[in-house]
């Protein structure tokens, strides 16, 4: 779909929704679509990114404001106001290693409800859950 403009980009956009946002650190990222969320005021947001921004920039802007409800990323250690929420609780945060983050990100949008990935084999996150040999 092709839009005139970002104001035209966010119509529909509601409270609850979740957005991928890509770019990496804070380079290509989509700095006039993130403002535009801040302005129309959505809130309780998931957001999925390699990374939260920084506390001026980028993800940072909608979490100074507190429009963020969840964060899936790989990377969040540039960013204090993150940090803060994180370690208060106001954020709900599910750290991922970028390789299965970029894989859940292609599997989703293949149709694949699943996949299985070496990392956290033997570690504290794979406690309970399967494991299988290839």
Do not use: H, W
Request: aromatic share 8%; with cysteine; net charge negative.
């Amino acid at each position: 779909k092709t839009v005139a403009n970002v104001t035209e980009a966010v119509e529909g956009v509601k409270d609850g929704m979740t957005f991928m946002l890509g770019g990496f650190g804070l380079c290509g990222i989509p700095e006039n679509a993130i403002s535009e969320l801040v302005k129309i005021g959505v809130k309780n947001i998931t957001c999925i990114s390699n990374n939260a921004g920084v506390d001026d920039f980028g993800l940072g802007l909608l979490l100074q404001k507190k429009q963020i409800k969840k964060m899936v990323s790989s990377y969040v250690g540039e960013n204090a106001e993150f940090e803060r929420q994180m370690l208060s609780g106001e954020l709900e945060v599910e750290l991922t290693p970028q390789g299965t983050l970029a894989e859940k990100c292609r599997a989703a949008q293949a149709g694949f409800p699943a996949f299985f990935t070496p990392a956290g084999y033997g570690a504290e996150v794979a406690e309970g859950k399967e494991v299988r040999e290839f």
